[in-house]
């Protein structure tokens, strides 16, 4: 019998109104989308899908994040891993929108066979809680967590769907150890603080970027690395969100200017 990875108690499955009941304890006026998740990480074009789909009255899909309109739908690399969510409704909670959601939930159901993603689109992208996915099939409700029906590659270590999201199915993951990186931070990064970028052809690229991340950061490269702002140590390992603008001199003397993601 399946249990939940979280607590370790056994996980149950969720009938449509349960679902429902759950989505109006959420506080009123939360806007969201019904979403019916149709394609989960498989290979293909999908264009008789979308065809269907229109022509079933639906006008707007999520495509691997993004969302599209089905009356020009996106051109997919047939080699490549995709997944499809229609939108079934858009709504918001209130007592008076049960029916409606009730209706909409059971179609999702229908069409995806037993899950049903809520898209609360008020809520920042990166929030833990923009999306709640909820199934037919099992659910804790200890953990208020739902997980999709198990399948063999769910166990598999050549399939992604089921794997480690921390090490891809791998068993390892690699991780910075700022004591190798620099280890003597007494020495500037003039001076070749970052030991993997101090040698070797690479050096002058990435003493480009260093520079450039001074840059924009504000903070000087020829102190010792212990003295730097943490912010900046923490961006000279981890990487730093934001482009920064590099600018350089060609073998001609040209100069010329390109921007980049720093990654650390």
């Known amino acids: 019998k399946p249990h939940c990875p979280e607590c370790g108690r056994p996980i149950s499955r969720q009938s449509p109104q349960a679902i429902v009941d759950r989505v109006l304890e959420l506080p009123e006026g939360s806007r969201f989308q019904v979403l019916s998740p149709l394609v989960r990480e498989r290979k293909g074009e999908f264009v008789d899908l979308f065809a269907d789909l229109q022509t079933k009255g639906y ?12 009356s020009s739908p996106p051109t997919l690399k047939k080699q490549e891993k995709h997944t499809i969510e229609v939108v079934v409704d858009r709504l918001t909670v209130k007592d008076s929108a049960k029916r409606r959601l009730t209706d909409s939930v059971e179609t999702a159901l229908g069409l995806s066979g037993g899950m049903v ?27 208020d967590l739902s997980f999709e029906e198990l399948e063999p590659r769910s166990f598999s270590f050549n399939s992604p769907f089921g794997a480690c999201p921390e090490c891809t199915g791998i068993g390892t993951r690699m991780e910075v150890d700022p004591e190798l990186i620099v280890p ?3 020495k500037s990064l ?6 993997p970028w101090s040698h070797g052809h690479t050096k002058d690229y990435f003493g480009r970027l260093v520079g450039a991340l001074a840059d924009a950061l504000g903070f000087r490269t020829d102190i010792p690395f212990a003295g730097l702002p943490q912010r900046a140590k923490k961006a000279l390992l981890y990487g730093h969100k934001t482009q920064i603008e590099v600018r350089y001199r060609n ?11 720093f990654e650390g």
């Open 117 to 143: 993603v809520l898209d609360f689109v008020d809520l920042p992208e990166d929030d833990p809680e923009r999306e709640r996915m909820y199934s037919e099939h099992l659910y804790c409700a200890h953990d």
């Open 184 to 186: 003597d931070q007494d």
């Open 190 to 195: 003039d001076e070749g603080a970052i030991h």
């Open 251 to 261: 073998r001609y003397g040209r100069e010329r200017v390109y921007t980049t993601p």
């Open 59 to 70: 006008s707007r899909a999520r495509v691997d994040g993004e969302t599209v309109q089905l």
